[in-house]
């Protein structure tokens, strides 16, 4: 493709930004070029107060057809655009339109490589080696990752960790807390991780891969929610979600709050929620009107003698 420069792109959007409202004087957009699959375009036309006009959103589609076409050229890398305009003083005449591309370190996605997830694994692995045997490997659905190394949990790790203690089996999601890839914000992804415990002395591999499966899948919508873990927080026990006939007697999961919390990831620590899965006779004679079923939750678990 012949090559596309900025002040070619001006000449381009100079006219289609020349029909701003009557009273616009200056005008700015910014766009940000694709981050984790999503574009930002941000902008429009002002006042001479600086107050911003209503009307002109015909120049948001005319910015986005000259990024791309600066995209393809492939001049010079960059992921940020910004297009200023300023109307003529003089009648007839046409307005001055700047353009400018730049490559703005701080928004580049994390890439797959990024040290970062590594760490994240690293001090889940070492808090969960406190309280038992962690066992090799995962036990996970190994989905691939988009090309922003993205997983349904948004992050590289979708997985399950095991671990022994005595008579106990225990089941962990190892991603939830993984720093979001191709998203530059300091999070700990969806700041969470869930866990629930099992009778290994009587469990078959059957179950326990039933048990993984469900995990995932709770992970899977956690992270589609992203605030569960503030109403985990804020009510001590939710009723999440139903479950399939396979699992009966069970029918519920309940979501608690754990009270420990994983230290030491990329950006401080996230706590833990307990998964417990009950059965409808635990709490079809209890109130369930209030936000999350939170108190029918709460008696649940206090009837089998587990804190919120």
Same mark, same amino acid.
């Given at each position: 493709?012949?090559?596309?420069?900025?002040?070619?792109?001006?000449?381009?959007? *100079?006219? $289609? @930004?020349?029909?701003?409202?009557? !009273?616009?004087?200056?005008?700015?957009?910014?766009?940000?070029?694709?981050?984790?699959?999503?574009?930002?375009?941000?902008?429009?036309?002002?006042?001479?107060?600086?107050?911003?006009?209503?009307?002109?959103?015909?120049?948001?589609?005319?910015?986005?057809?000259?990024?791309?076409?600066?995209?393809?050229?492939?001049?010079?890398?960059?992921?940020?655009?910004?297009?200023?305009?300023?109307?003529?003083?003089?009648?007839?005449?046409?307005?001055?339109?700047?353009? &400018?591309?730049?490559? !703005?370190?701080?928004?580049?996605? *994390?890439?797959?490589?990024?040290?970062?997830?590594? $760490? #994240?694994?690293?001090? *889940?692995?070492?808090?969960?080696?406190?309280?038992?045997?962690?066992?090799?490997?995962?036990?996970?659905?190994?989905?691939?990752?988009?090309?922003? &190394?993205?997983?349904?949990?948004?992050?590289?790790?979708?997985?399950?960790?095991?671990?022994?203690?005595?008579?106990?089996?225990?089941?962990?999601?190892?991603?939830?807390?993984?720093?979001?890839?191709?998203?530059?914000?300091?999070?700990?992804?969806?700041?969470?991780?869930?866990?629930?415990?099992?009778? #290994?002395?009587?469990?078959?591999?059957?179950?326990?891969?039933?048990?993984?499966?469900?995990?995932?899948?709770?992970?899977?919508?956690? #992270?589609?929610?992203?605030?569960? $873990?503030?109403?985990?927080?804020?009510?001590?026990?939710? @009723?999440?979600?139903?479950?399939?006939?396979?699992?009966?007697?069970?029918?519920?999961?309940?979501?608690?709050?754990?009270? *420990?919390?994983?230290?030491?990831?990329?950006?401080?620590?996230?706590?833990?929620?307990?998964?417990?899965?009950?059965?409808?006779?635990?709490?079809?004679?209890?109130?369930?009107?209030?936000?999350?079923?939170?108190?029918?939750?709460?008696?649940?678990?206090?009837?089998?003698?587990?804190?919120?």
């Amino acid at each position: 493709m012949t090559a596309y420069s900025n002040s070619d792109a001006a000449k381009d959007l *100079r006219s $289609a @930004l020349d029909k701003a409202p009557a !009273d616009a004087v200056t005008g700015d957009w910014l766009f940000i070029t694709e981050q984790a699959g999503v574009i930002s375009q941000t902008g429009g036309y002002m006042y001479a107060d600086g107050s911003h006009v209503a009307e002109g959103n015909h120049a948001l589609q005319k910015v986005r057809e000259v990024v791309e076409k600066l995209e393809a050229s492939q001049i010079q890398p960059f992921n940020k655009v910004i297009v200023h305009w300023t109307r003529s003083k003089i009648p007839l005449l046409r307005g001055r339109v700047t353009v &400018n591309i730049l490559f !703005d370190e701080t928004i580049v996605p *994390r890439g797959p490589q990024d040290p970062i997830y590594e $760490a #994240a694994s690293v001090a *889940r692995r070492a808090f969960w080696e406190k309280y038992g045997s962690v066992q090799d490997g995962f036990k996970a659905e190994q989905d691939g990752a988009n090309i922003h &190394n993205q997983t349904e949990w948004f992050g590289p790790h979708r997985r399950v960790l095991t671990l022994k203690s005595n008579t106990q089996l225990t089941l962990a999601t190892d991603g939830l807390s993984t720093p979001w890839a191709g998203i530059a914000d300091q999070e700990n992804g969806v700041g969470c991780e869930l866990f629930m415990e099992l009778d #290994a002395s009587n469990i078959t591999s059957h179950l326990i891969d039933d048990w993984t499966h469900l995990l995932i899948s709770l992970g899977d919508l956690v #992270a589609d929610g992203y605030q569960v $873990a503030a109403d985990v927080e804020k009510y001590g026990a939710i @009723l999440f979600c139903t479950l399939t006939d396979e699992y009966n007697p069970m029918t519920r999961i309940i979501l608690s709050r754990d009270g *420990r919390k994983i230290d030491n990831l990329p950006f401080g620590s996230v706590p833990l929620i307990r998964v417990t899965p009950i059965a409808e006779s635990e709490i079809e004679h209890l109130e369930q009107s209030d936000e999350w079923a939170s108190s029918a939750a709460r008696h649940a678990l206090a009837e089998r003698q587990i804190e919120t």
